[in-house]
């Protein structure tokens, strides 16, 4: 059922819409992921995310 809600709703924006870029820290800089070739891309789909909470 949410699914379908969800498919709704884009399907209502797909106008809107627009590309968003990710960008990521390499090597001491910022890079787009759209860039990477596909062994980095690959790479960078594995990385594990935390999130910090406060103490």
């Known amino acids: 059922m949410?699914?379908?809600t969800s498919n709704a709703?884009?399907?209502?924006?797909?106008?809107?819409?627009?590309?968003c870029l990710v960008y990521?820290?390499?090597m001491g800089y910022h890079r787009p992921v759209e860039s990477f070739?596909?062994?980095k891309?690959?790479?960078h789909k594995q990385r594990t995310h935390f999130s910090e909470h406060k103490c």
């Open 37 to 39: 070739n596909i062994g």
């Open 9 to 19: 709703a884009l399907e209502q924006y797909n106008a809107l819409r627009t590309k």
């Open 24 to 26: 990521t820290r390499v």
């Open 41 to 43: 891309k690959g790479e």
């Open 2 to 4: 949410k699914t379908q």
